[in-house]
């Protein structure tokens, strides 16, 4: 009996557990998709040392919650329009609901030297909890 009781405590604690994390999921990906991210401006700095892309943003929140954690992708090409990097930078700082912010002086990661072009996509954002 004890162990019939534990194997259902179990199955429900997963199951529930499962559910929770693809209603977390399910969550993350409707703020995301009400949430937009522009290139304002940006340029490389490092002097052929170390090359790496600064970038001036605007995320804009479309959710009745604010969000932290915006983590976009950013891809780099040369001036023939050649694929040259991909990375992923999370974003420190707080969007409130139905506004926008911008975030200035990002220095997003490392680039080759011949970086020309900056592209960057919207990966995924998170709510912020009080």
């Known amino acids: 009996m004890i162990r019939r009781v534990s194997a259902l405590l179990i199955a429900f604690g997963a199951s529930f557990l499962l559910s929770s994390c693809a209603e977390l999921d ?10 937009t991210i522009e290139l304002v401006d ?32 950013y891809d780099t090409y040369d001036l023939n329009g050649k694929f040259l990097n991909k990375g992923e930078y999370t974003i420190e700082g ?11 002086e990002l220095y997003v ?14 990966l995924r954002v998170k709510e912020k909890h009080h």
Not at 26 to 35: D, K, Y
């Open 42 to 73: 940006w340029h490389v700095v490092g002097l052929w040392v170390i090359n790496s892309p600064v970038a001036w943003v605007r995320v804009t929140n479309y959710n009745n919650v604010p969000l932290h954690d915006i983590t976009f992708e």
């Open 94 to 104: 707080t969007v409130q609901p139905h506004s926008s912010k911008n975030f200035a």
């Open 109 to 122: 990661g490392l680039v080759d030297l011949y970086s020309e072009r900056l592209s960057i996509k919207l």
């Open 26 to 35: 399910l969550n993350s990906a409707e703020l995301t998709r009400n949430t």
